[in-house]
């Protein structure tokens, strides 16, 4: 069942996945409005939301424009969802209603394009939009969403978000902090805890924070480490409870802190790239090369964010997480993409992307990256384009002529799909990496030195790697193959500290 469930995610971005439960969510709050479950109209409900989307798409047409910047449509149909429930539908669209919806939208698009430092927002749209109509108009939001009746809704779409984004760790320390929190401000105030945490649990914003707004990829901290200590850090200033003197908390202003604390432990990047060079590296692979205009501070084997506009776009958007597959010994940007037939509208256009085509990447992130125990011994297994990462790795070692004790697995279905042997053999000389090639399809009969062919298995990691037990495995990959590999690694009794993986979710 969960590998059905995987497959389906995998078939979508993040983005698009989170639209739908978005637009699921309204759809059930005006169903629940015309059942009478709501306490608002169901054409109240379908009025706000309208004007919220409509508003967010104008102001964002109208810097896009001004600023040159390419126009991510799925974005601002969320940050205008986001507005649409956690703002109370008004039964009466007086004036002063209307300049609420308005303000919220127009507040919430142009903080991406304005409050930014290099070209980077600081701030979740939606949550600085509410923050400042209540401290403007005071206006605010009442975060309907939170309601029990809608909870299993939010729960269900909730847990699919974040089992697509691999962030469970950082929401579910959000939901402990804020449960732990709010248990700890009762006892303080010497107020029911039990009434306390049933509120936080069933009628607060709690969850929707977590799943929706607290995992926003662009004011996240890049890292695991990170990313906990800023979920704990919003939980504990959730609760309502919390106040400095008699200014009490929102989530709106939780999260903004939660923000700030983001902004000021991640990395500074948004780049628009120039396209310099397309090489093909296997059959169905090729690598792109860019020219930053700046020097990008990375680590061997992080990702960013490209975002590249264009016509036709398919329900996957035109956004894409690729790993660097270049070192940041390197002057220039290099993705390593496999195409399929039939591919996606985003793959279509990066075939035929050119130069002058608008590119752009988003800050860097990514655990995935060499350890800092340069004795550490290490285990490096790709399948596919999986490789990617390893590219970087290993080249930037080749650069800095720094000696490891690697051995690289490296699985594909034959000796055309492999990427990067270039780099790889000159490690093997330079730096005494061992490297191994192994080949899924029985037609390829390489016999080289350093082929084999199967899968990698139980067999292929105890022939080559007679200390398996003290190294550390790094998994690079399809979802299907790094979850392959990692259980017949815990069969092997490796313990769950020494393996870390990387997933490549969506090939087309």
């Not at 078939?11 to 059942?35: C, H, N, P, V």
């Not at 700890?184 to 924070?209: C, N």
């Not at 958007?317 to 993409?337: C, I, K, W």
């Not at 002529?401 to 330079?430: P, V």
Request: charged share 15%; aromatic share 12%; glycine share 6%.
């Amino acid at each position: 069942m969960l590998s059905y469930i995987d497959n389906l995610l995998n078939r979508i971005t993040m983005y698009k996945l989170l639209l739908y439960y978005l637009i699921a969510l309204i759809l059930i709050g005006i169903g629940y409005s015309f059942a009478g479950i709501l306490h608002f109209s169901a054409a109240a409900l379908i009025v706000s939301t309208l004007i919220l989307v409509i508003v967010c798409w104008v102001v964002n047409k109208f810097f896009a424009e001004v600023m040159h910047a390419p126009m991510n449509v799925e974005s601002v149909y969320i940050t205008a969802l986001i507005l649409a429930l956690i703002i109370a539908p008004y039964t009466s669209f007086q004036a002063i209603n209307i300049t609420f919806l308005l303000a919220a939208a127009g507040l919430a698009i142009a903080s991406k394009y304005v409050l930014t430092i290099n070209k980077q927002h600081i701030f979740n749209p939606a949550a600085i939009a509410v923050a400042l109509t209540a401290l403007g108009p005071h206006q605010s939001a009442s975060w309907w969403v939170g309601t029990t009746a809608l909870l299993p809704f939010v729960l269900i779409g909730g847990i699919l978000i974040v089992r697509k984004i691999h962030r469970g760790r950082m929401v579910v320390t959000f939901f402990l902090t804020s449960l732990l929190a709010t248990v700890l401000y009762s006892l303080l105030a010497k107020t029911s805890v039990t009434s306390s945490l049933h509120i936080t649990l069933f009628s607060s914003a709690m969850f929707f924070l977590g799943f929706v707004m607290l995992t926003e990829p662009l004011t996240t901290p890049p890292t695991v480490k990170k990313q906990t200590w800023y979920a704990a850090l919003v939980g504990v200033l959730f609760p309502p409870q919390f106040h400095i003197f008699n200014f009490y908390s929102t989530p709106e202003l939780a999260l903004i802190v939660g923000n700030v604390f983001s902004y000021l432990v991640s990395p500074k990047t948004k780049l628009f790239p120039t396209l310099s060079q397309k090489l093909k590296i296997t059959r169905d692979s090729i690598d792109f090369i860019f020219q930053p205009e700046t020097k990008l501070s990375y680590l061997p084997g992080q990702y960013m964010e490209w975002t590249l506009p264009h016509t036709g776009t398919d329900s996957r958007g035109n956004r894409r997480y690729f790993t660097l597959a270049s070192s940041p010994t390197e002057p220039d940007l290099r993705l390593g993409v496999k195409f399929n037939s039939p591919g996606s509208s985003y793959k279509n256009a990066l075939l035929k992307l050119e130069p002058e085509t608008p590119i752009v990447a988003g800050r860097v992130s990514g655990d995935f990256v060499l350890p800092k125990d340069t004795n550490k011994k290490l285990v490096l297994i790709a399948g596919g384009i999986g490789v990617t990462p390893y590219r970087s790795m290993v080249k930037y070692l080749l650069d800095r002529e720094e000696m490891r004790d690697i051995i690289i697995l490296y699985s594909a279905k034959t000796t055309a799909d492999l990427a990067y042997r270039d780099i790889f053999a000159q490690a093997r000389h330079e730096l005494g990496l061992k490297v191994i090639y192994t080949l899924t399809d029985k037609t390829d009969t390489n016999t080289g030195p350093h082929y084999r062919h199967g899968r990698v298995d139980v067999k292929l990691i105890k022939q080559e790697v007679p200390d398996y037990s003290e190294r550390t495995y790094y998994i690079s990959g399809t979802q299907s193959m790094v979850k392959s590999v990692r259980k017949l690694l815990s069969g092997l009794g490796i313990p769950k500290k020494q393996i870390i993986v990387d997933y490549f979710s969506g090939y087309n």
